[in-house]
């Protein structure tokens, strides 16, 4: 079956500009969660949805919000974009069945603030 | 506290080596550890996970010894061979409802012919 698919792959955007990425989960999955990971901090938690919901929330500012459709789809969005932004952007996706269902990623999404 | 310590943060490996990378956490409420993997420019793929009711699992040439008392957990690669170069990633998660991962620092392996 397909994987997780992330777009774009690359992204390259000015401080102060807004920027959205999108995750397109594993068919039959329902819960999306996204990470941030950078050489200094590894990978963090962002946030998590199931069933257009968010569940969980990681200790990101407000800029950082998400949101998931009816599909199971899933966008990321980062406002007022900073330089320490620059990351790679991954999605997981999973049941959502919580504590030790597989979560599978994405190739994430390269986001460069410049 | 919900941090998992990893370590080392670089590991050097013969080819045909044993691999041993550690994680610890202070958390009993988390109840699944899973171990991925990671290639440059890709995203992290799941190697094995081990829940603590277990004390190890074993899938092939990769084994998890988890010893619940110390709140400590680990990941062999036995034979190690080039194709395992990759960083890799311990992590932690809890029962109750959410997919939320917790992650340790990493450790790059390198494994020389």
């Known amino acids: 079956k397909a994987g997780v698919t992330q777009t774009p792959r690359y992204l390259i955007k000015t401080r102060g500009q807004q920027v959205t990425l999108s995750c397109s989960p594993i068919s039959g999955h329902r819960s999306v969660s996204w990470y941030q990971q950078t050489p200094g901090q590894g990978l963090q938690f962002l946030f998590e949805y199931f069933s257009e919901t968010q569940r969980n929330k990681g200790n990101f500012p407000g800029r950082f919000s998400g949101r998931q459709f009816s599909n199971s789809r899933s966008e990321m969005n980062v406002s007022t974009l900073e330089l320490g932004d620059s990351a790679l952007y991954l999605c997981?996706?999973?049941f959502g069945q919580g504590g030790g269902t597989e979560a599978f990623f994405g190739q994430g999404t390269r986001l460069t603030v410049v | 506290q919900q941090q998992v310590k990893q370590s080392p943060q670089s590991l050097i490996v013969q080819k045909g080596g044993i691999s041993i990378i550690n994680c610890a956490y202070e958390?009993?409420?988390?109840?699944?550890f899973p171990w991925y993997q990671q290639f440059p420019g890709k995203g992290p793929a799941l190697l094995i996970a081990?829940?603590?009711?277990?004390s190890e699992k074993k899938e092939g040439r990769f084994t998890i010894s988890f010893n619940k008392s110390a709140k400590q957990f680990s990941l062999h690669i036995m034979d190690s061979q080039p194709g395992d170069s990759a960083t890799y990633f311990c992590?932690?998660?809890?029962?109750?409802?959410?997919?939320?991962?917790?992650f340790g620092t990493g450790t790059r392996l390198q494994v020389f012919p």
């Open positions: 958390n009993t409420a988390f109840d699944y």
């Open positions: 997981a996706s999973s």
């Open positions: 081990i829940r603590p009711d277990v």
């Open positions: 992590a932690a998660s809890f029962s109750y409802n959410t997919d939320k991962l917790i």
